[in-house]
C-alpha cells in the first residue's frame, strides 16, 4: 500500500501495524528483524497527526507524545551506530 494511501484506511495506519504483527510472528517476535516496519507505522503515525492533529486517534497509533519519544529515541539509536 503507497504510504498516501494510509491514511485512508479505517483506522488510518492499520495495514502498517498489521506489518508489523505479522513480522513479528515470522520472526519469533524479535522486534529487531522488524525495525522498517515499525519505523514505516511510525511514519505514517507522523503523517496521520500532521494532517488531523493531536486529537485525532487511530487504534493504530500511539498517542502523539509518545510516538515523537519514539521516533526521537530512534533516530538517536540510528544516530549512535
Known sequence: MAPKDDLSTDPPCHSRACAI???LAKNSYNE???RSQVD???ECCNRFYE???DDAQSASCP???LLR???KQRAEEVGSK
Do not use: E, T
Open 51 to 53: 494532517r488531523f492533529g
Open 32 to 34: 529487531a528483524k522488524c
Open 69 to 71: 519519544l519514539k521516533m
Open 21 to 23: 504483527q505479522d513480522c
Open 63 to 65: 498517542k502523539p507524545n
Open 40 to 42: 514505516a507505522l511510525y
